[in-house]
Nanobody, 118 residues
């Protein structure tokens, strides 16, 4: 059974930082594209950052220059380093693992709360 477990969320002051982790119990983790999404209260879930199997990265405009996505295939773990946090970054952050090879395998974590407030 595939599981994605996020950790590292919490309460931080504006301008602070957090590092989210996503530990995945999937076979061939290195083949998956890993995504971080977030969902704020009353808003739709939105894509924050992506890292492909080849470690190519892509970011939403609202986090460019502040967030960094990375992966450690030896540990089956993806990370999201979040710097210069703003109150508008407050949301539940979700890890997603996606593998497409004719059909698509799509797995989600349970989410971790990030609150940016003074």
């Amino acid at each position: 059974q595939v599981q994605l477990v996020e950790s590292g969320g919490g309460l931080v002051q504006p301008g602070g930082y957090l590092r989210l982790s996503c530990a995945a119990s999937v076979t061939f983790f290195s083949s998956y594209t890993m995504n971080w999404y977030r969902q704020a209260p009353g808003k739709q879930r939105e894509l924050v950052a992506t890292i492909t199997s080849g470690s190519n990265t892509n970011y939403a405009d609202f986090v460019k220059g502040r967030f960094t996505i990375s992966r450690d295939n030896a540990k089956n773990t993806a990370y999201l380093q979040m710097n210069s946090l703003k109150p508008e970054d407050t949301a539940v952050y979700y890890c997603n693992a996606r593998l497409t090879f004719g059909l698509t395998l799509d797995y989600w974590g349970q989410g971790t709360q990030v609150t940016v407030s003074s």
